[in-house]
């Protein structure tokens, strides 16, 4: 079975960056649309970030612009690089197929915190 593990989350400043990563223990990875989700405290889980298996990218409005999805194949990883971070980008980051859940369990995600 896959699992995502998820890292490179934790405290930072308003307008500082992170990198996330997400790596996947299975060689199927590569044929999946990945995304990356985030759910805030009190909030629902929502889909942030979405790249092919091709590359092809696409963003919710609310972070377009600061945030860039990537993936190494032959890696089986997915990241994340999150810029000009604010204080509402604080949540717990997930990465999972999209949709997400359907194929792969969710991992325990990585804590996001913007604040100063």
């Known amino acids: 079975q896959v699992q995502l593990v998820e890292s490179g989350g934790g405290l930072v400043q308003p307008g500082g960056s992170l990198r996330l990563s997400c790596a996947a223990s299975g060689s199927i990875f590569n044929i999946y649309t990945m995304g990356w989700y985030r759910q805030a405290p009190g909030k629902q889980r929502e889909l942030v970030a979405v790249?092919?298996?091709?590359?092809?990218?696409n963003y919710a409005n609310s972070i377009e612009g600061r945030f860039t999805i990537s993936r190494d194949n032959a890696k089986n990883t997915v990241y994340l690089q999150m810029n000009s971070l604010k204080p509402e980008d604080t949540a717990v980051y997930y990465c999972?197929?999209?949709?997400?859940?359907?194929?792969?369990?969710w991992g325990q995600g990585t804590q996001v915190t913007v604040s100063s």
């Open positions: 999972n197929t999209v949709p997400g859940g359907v194929y792969f369990s």
């Open positions: 790249i092919s298996s091709g590359g092809s990218t």
